[in-house]
């Protein structure tokens, strides 16, 4: 199926849903009483700010890489250290 969305302040746009996602958003407006495009709207804005959160992060710890504050470690040895430190809260020793 194929949506257009307009919001006052975006400008339109058109999504294609396959039929069990458009069923879902259909479903949830019914349950809430809100409008579909409504709703695809909260949906997006709270995927973007999730992202953009998500890309700062990633981009902080590439800087304290870059600039030596923190050092990579193997993945082995990742690993081997939260088995450590499972066994030892398992076993009650910190």
């Known amino acids: 199926m194929t949506r257009t ?3 006052p ?3 339109a746009w058109k999504s294609h849903l396959n039929p069990d996602l458009e069923k879902k ?4 407006a019914a349950k ?3 409008r579909t495009d409504e709703l695809v709207e909260d ?6 700010n999730e992202l ?3 890309r700062g992060l990633l981009d902080s710890r590439y800087d304290d890489l870059k600039g030596g504050r923190v050092k990579l470690i193997d993945g082995e ?4 250290r ?13």
């Open 32 to 34: 809430t009483g809100r």
């Open 9 to 11: 302040s975006l400008k």
């Open 52 to 54: 953009v959160e998500v």
């Open 5 to 7: 969305v307009a919001n």
């Open 82 to 94: 939260m088995r450590e430190k499972s066994k030892r809260r398992r076993d009650g020793s910190t």
């Open 25 to 28: 958003l259909n479903d949830l």
């Open 77 to 80: 040895e990742a690993f081997a």
């Open 43 to 48: 949906v997006m804005t709270g995927y973007l």
